[in-house]
């Protein structure tokens, strides 16, 4: 598992006693649960920015070749 914050890209540490990851950075606390949701909601939110950006490149390509 990534130990990045999600939010800000800052450095995470273990707080035993809460059971928390908290970023250095922004202060903003996880638990080993909701930093996994994260980091999924982030990678999904690229995959789709990836595949829409491929797809309006075939798009454009398609329309270029009409022309």
């Not at 990045?4 to 995470?12: F, N």
């Not at 250095?24 to 638990?31: E, V």
């Not at 829409?52 to 490149?57: D, F, I, M, N, V």
Request: net charge positive; with cysteine.
């Amino acid at each position: 598992m990534a130990r990045y914050c999600p939010e800000c890209g800052g450095e995470l540490y273990y707080d035993p006693p809460m059971k928390v990851y908290v970023c250095r950075s922004c202060g903003s606390a996880y638990t080993h649960q909701e930093l996994i949701d994260a980091w999924r909601k982030i990678r999904q939110q690229s995959f789709e920015e990836d595949r829409r950006k491929r797809l309006q490149r075939e798009y454009l390509r398609w329309w270029l070749s009409k022309k």
